[in-house]
């Protein structure tokens, strides 16, 4: 009998250090507040890193085509790019379809096919991929909010959660939902007043979030990727994520006294290459340090295929961007892709 025990409790054993090999690290929703975050379908399962403090990572976004029957050449020629990097995953900005629809309902056979060609492009990478999702996967034609919540069920179900997180090695990465809980300002058919929402619960969540981890001596930084920016380029602060939410999200995210180790927010939405503080802010380079007595650098990368905004010169050119995780030092490089493509 004791020699039996003694086989089961090796084989429990083994069992239990097999699956801190191999399984991705999550704190729990109750004691961080938001959920655990998973790659979008079609892409692999997470692989735990080999070095946990040092590791690579791409960040990319707005992809979506100029139509509903249209895709990008830049995305299709991405994937290939990508996978080269020899990075773990790839972080996505949002809008990764062209969306908007009229009527969810009466589309939703429409809106299956758009994630479904996404996924199997994206799925060329061969890398796990983590999307915030962005207005063209959460709001109606017109730029009108969906208040009841078809979109965001139809994402849950076909692409991945809605907002939440992961950890890697030693690292935290926050993906958000700017166009969370909303109601429509007026029953028109358009709404150009509309500029993003993070509601009440998943704002208390991410404050929960960022103060467990910050706690947290294993994590040496943390990543927060949104769809709409908190800090748009000048003169377009129309584009950054609005009032109520807007003003909350940042006071939180620039706290650096409570969360010193916040390193990077990515955004997307506008179309474009774009850095704040903007002492570099069309790159090629970029280098934190954490923990920081500084806010984190607000990077703007939507250039993974839909048609770019501006000159080159500012910013207005497709790219993707590699980040680098070394110890307490975090690198990045811009990749110019260029700013031409068929349809644009």
């Given at each position: 009998?004791?020699?039996?025990a003694?086989?089961?409790a090796l ?22 507040g938001?959920?655990a ?6 892409t692999p ?9 040092s ?9 979506r ?27 996505w ?13 009466k ?5 299956k096919k ?6 199997g ?5 061969n ?19 969906d ?10 179900k ?14 935290a ?12 300002s ?20 991410l404050?929960?979030t ?16 949104m ?13 950054a ?12 995210l ?9 390193s ?8 474009l290459f ?34 770019v ?9 497709y ?11 975090v690198?990045?490089t811009v ?8 349809g644009?």
């Amino acid at each position: 009998m004791k020699k039996h025990a003694s086989v089961i409790a090796l084989f429990v054993l083994a069992s239990f250090c097999a699956f801190q090999v191999s399984a991705p690290r999550h704190h729990s929703s109750a004691q961080s507040g938001l959920p655990a975050l998973t790659q979008v379908q079609g892409t692999p399962a997470l692989a735990p890193p080999k070095t946990p403090t040092s590791f690579s990572f791409v960040v990319a976004g707005d992809n979506r085509p100029p139509s509903s029957s249209q895709e990008s050449d830049i995305f299709a020629s991405l994937p290939a790019k990508l996978s080269a990097t020899g990075a773990s995953f790839a972080i996505w900005t949002g809008d990764i379809v062209y969306g908007k629809v009229k009527d969810p309902q009466k589309d939703k056979d429409k809106i299956k096919k758009e994630y479904e060609t996404f996924e199997g492009i994206i799925a060329k990478a061969n890398l796990p991929v983590f999307n915030a999702p962005g207005n063209h996967e959460m709001e109606k034609k017109g730029n009108v909010p969906d208040p009841t919540g078809t979109l965001v069920k139809y994402y849950e179900k076909w692409v991945a959660p809605q907002y939440g997180y992961f950890t890697y090695g030693n690292s935290a990465f926050i993906a958000l939902n700017t166009d969370d809980n909303v109601s429509p300002s007026s029953s028109a058919e358009e709404d150009e007043t509309y500029a993003g929402n993070v509601g009440a619960d998943q704002l208390a969540a991410l404050s929960a979030t960022l103060t467990t981890l910050a706690a947290d001596s294993s994590i040496a930084h943390i990543f927060v990727f949104m769809h709409r920016p908190i800090h748009a380029t000048p003169g377009h602060s129309f584009d950054a994520l609005g009032p109520p939410s807007g003003p909350l999200v940042q006071a939180l995210l620039e706290d650096y006294t409570k969360f010193p180790n916040l390193s990077f927010v990515f955004a997307g939405h506008q179309h474009l290459f774009y850095a704040n503080p903007p002492a570099a802010p069309y790159g090629p380079n970029f280098s934190r340090t954490d923990p920081a007595s500084a806010p984190p650098l607000f990077l703007i990368s939507g250039g993974a295929g839909a048609c770019v905004a501006g000159s080159p010169q500012t910013g207005g050119f497709y790219n993707y961007l590699v980040f680098t995780v070394n110890g307490a030092q975090v690198n990045a490089t811009v990749y110019n892709l260029g700013s031409t493509q068929n349809g644009c």
